[in-house]
């Protein structure tokens, strides 16, 4: 399945509301509004958007601690969560979350582990849960490079194999796992190759273009629908910035200056689509419409978050267990 | 929840062993609700033989040796609709979930404000005196006790077995169950009702005594009460406890019956440092201290691992000979 000019046009709207995000929550970031570590999803958004547009609303995912980019791809509403990362009452998880927890499950995401490899199982037992509960549901599992090397991706694709549980596998490759390269850490650089050991189809492809994982996951989406089992596409794939903005990293540079210019330049995802869409006849009002909606969007969302109020101290203990 | 036995009418009663009721449990709740599913490794053979026999393969999940991860299977069934008793075997196993329980099972409610919901059950049987060696006779409930958003329960009658599992399927949070071999051929009376439930948070006081208190963890419980009917013999009335639920600790009933008494002995097959019998100790000391008449003693196994030799295992834990002297020394 290839995108329509419409789903094109939402694409660009939602890579460019991640962008948008990022930038001015790392602005946040920078200037203390925001406390903690601050991980920019940044460079990845065409990975992200093109798989989440696949799904649809009832469908389930889980993601990663580079967790902004998930919920918005889904179509997430953006002041919730400005407002968890600045730590307030009304953010998505009222503040106990953060930068690498940003989870809204009215979008069906059922959590953003900070785990490297931890959300893995919980995807694969989403897809159990949907086998048993007979709906044709599936789960998409977001995860990065450094994952894959964690014992739970081994073992979840083996289950999901083994009883064709109703899961996308989706690695977004950006190449480093915090700053070890890939090849410094995997004696398979391949990652879709690992598929198969585990009897299930692997994809490698560009997670710079859109379009290319929009194809590759609507397939994996109607094998899993239809009960042939999970799909691993492995999106090659690129973080602008640091593991988190501002890391000091000692020594050496782990990344060539040429490498990431290279990426910034010439292979910035909203960009391409941006020139895509314009080189096919759309017109330059209509992107701009999108722009401003967007900046209006990501605007409110910090107006919202700076007029919220912090939690309570008194309500720490909230939530720790369901009251039934 | 309160259990729903007739107040006027003596309930009906079968002789259950303490495995069958943990077998009995299980498939009323299977059957009560299409929710509830089991997964672990071996069970089309082993202990929930007869439940394999009676649901089909979408509520039994025979997994393969990876308890690291269908144990967080379990839990994204779990936010997503299920009600899953993920069996992980041998208590030692449990070391090997730990990071899907701890870091998965245990927070997600509260990393999420309250978002999803984590109704999951996870059962351990601890086995120990048996020759098997240390990598497979850890009772390493301790450790959790130190993970906020679990509750942990380990009952030591059949009764119990049924109620407090019953009641953890139907809990709407995370529980983890550290069952006990030793307790597993003890054979006694169990409500027949399919709503019998014991509540999670409430203590038992298993013989009732006014010279010394006596809290038993588990397993630790079979030489509490050898040890209670020897002393009565002499004419020592101990008040034996059973917390049955460790967390959240039902910690009123030990001081009020250390109100009472003034003295108090813990027993229980975990290691020394940092077991519950700590956590007892050091909240009586900072909120009982008047009551005690006589320093606390703990009877535990010793800080080291459980070797294989029976001559050497069976110094470990524990016996009724040492929980009535140390009643003795308190008197």
Redesign the interface.
Known sequence: MTLTMQLRLEAYRRMLRIRRFEEEGTRLFREGTIPGAYHSSIGQEATIVGACLTLRDDD?M?GTHRSHGHPIGKGAELDGLMAELMGRQT???????GSM?L???RVGI??E?A?VG?G??????????????RTDQV?LCFFGDGAVNQ??FH??L??AS??KLPVIYLCENNGYAVVTPLEGSHGQPSIAKRADAYGMPGVALDGQDVGAVFEATSEAVIRARSGEGPTLIEAKTYRFDEHNVGLLIPGAPYRAPEEIDEYRTRRDPVMLLRKALFDDGVRASELESIEAEVDAAVRGAVRFAEGSPLPDPAGVY?????R? | MQPSTPQHSAPELTKLTYLEAVVQAQLEEMERDDRV?LMGEDLNVYGGGKLFERFDR??I?N??I?E???????????????RPIVDLGIASFVYLAA??II??ASK??????????V?IVFRSTMYYGASIAAQHSDRPYPMFLNV??LKILSPTTPADAKGLIKAAVR???PVIIFEDMRLWGMKAAVPADANYLVPIGKADIRVPGNDVTVVAIAGAMRAALEAAKALSAEGLSVEVIDPRTLKPLDIETIMNSVARTGRLVLVENAHRIANLSSEIAATLAEEAFGSLKKPIVRLTAPDVHVPFSPVLEKILFPEAAQIVAAVKRLV
């Open positions: 389930f889980t953010g998505i998880c009222k503040g106990r979350g927890h989870a809204d499950n059922i959590g582990s785990i931890g893995i199982p919980l995807a694969t037992g989403v897809g159990l849960s949907i086998r048993v509960r789960c014992g739970t073992e979840s083996n289950m083994l009883w909230e939530d720790l267990f369901t039934s | 599913i979408n509520r999940w997994t393969p990876s690291g991860s269908f144990t967080g299977l379990g839990i994204g069934a779990a936010i997503t609709g299920l990071d899907q870091n998965q997600l409610h509260y990393m999420t404000g309250g978002q999803v919901h109704p906020p958003g809990d709407d949070n």
